[in-house]
């Protein structure tokens, strides 16, 4: 598999190097980003070969001012992606009928920038986890554990029986800043054409959505999953504070109550 584009081939080294069989960088390619790329190279003894930018085009199926001059060539198994910090295990993301390899990578690139905990992709009707969709994820598709399954409703209900509360994003659905987001949630989104099928949105316990108050009538996905996840971090966030505060609250409480028995039974 060639992985191709500054900040995809940046992650590749810096998350699965061991996975790098050789870095490939474009003739005319030089300044900064060269010196980290092939720094990041040596420091994994990678071999680093330089190609004509016809020949990185050809290669990549890409051209220059999509490849930026870099790729790299990977085996074996999709990355191995340990838990890393700021991610929420309890924030799963459910996607189906996504076409658009560009559409998919901008979507991991939101959903890892929010810090979701899993991405599941329906495997029939979706799009790849392609180098055109690492590229469009600028590096996000190497960090966020993501997954083909078969089928959304089996999906749904397992999620259900793991504790999870099912939200449908659709535009009928209520704003996203009236619904509870806290706690075991994951969000199913649909395709560019026809959203959710409706098979999936009869089994999501709520549907969300967003209030369009302008002429157009629907945003693209991944504004679409940036606005409804980004709503879920701040309730999330403000819930951790919340529950900081009233347990640091309560050991002050405990605190004092203890404090205050010691005087009592201290002899006079």
């Not at 990549?60 to 999509?66: C, L, S």
């Not at 309890?90 to 076409?99: G, K, R, S």
Request: aromatic residues 4%; proline residues 4%; contains cysteine.
């Amino acid at each position: 598999m060639i992985v191709y584009g500054y900040h995809p081939v940046r992650e590749a080294l810096r998350h699965r190097p061991h996975e790098v069989t050789r870095v490939l960088v474009g003739e005319r390619r030089g300044g900064g980003r060269r010196r980290e790329i092939e720094a990041l190279a040596r420091r994994h003894r990678l071999p680093v070969g330089e190609l004509a930018e016809a020949e990185l085009d050809r290669l990549t199926g890409a051209g220059g001012a999509v490849h930026n001059g870099f790729a790299v060539e990977i085996h074996g198994a999709a990355a191995d992606r340990e838990t890393a910090a700021g991610r929420d295990e309890d924030l799963v993301v459910l996607v189906e009928d996504v076409q658009d390899p560009r559409n998919l990578g901008a979507l991991m690139r939101v959903c890892e920038g929010a810090g979701v905990g899993r991405l599941l992709i329906r495997d029939r009707g979706s799009a790849p986890v392609s180098p055109v969709a690492v590229k469009a994820s600028a590096g996000a598709a190497e960090w966020l554990p993501s997954e083909r399954v078969t089928n959304s409703a089996n999906s749904i209900e397992t999620l259900k029986k793991q504790g999870f509360w099912v939200y449908g994003v659709a535009p009928a659905g209520e704003p996203a800043w009236q619904v509870d987001l806290t706690g075991k949630v994951a969000l199913a989104f649909g395709g560019e054409e026809k959203g959710l099928r409706s098979r999936t949105e009869s089994l999501c316990d709520r549907l969300v959505g967003l209030p369009m108050r302008g002429r157009v009538e629907s945003l693209n996905l991944s504004t679409a999953a940036a606005a409804v996840l980004y709503e879920a971090v701040r309730q999330r966030e403000a819930a951790r504070q919340s529950d900081t505060a009233r347990q640091s609250d309560t050991a002050r409480q405990s605190d004092t109550a203890r404090q205050g028995k010691t005087e009592e039974e201290t002899p006079q």
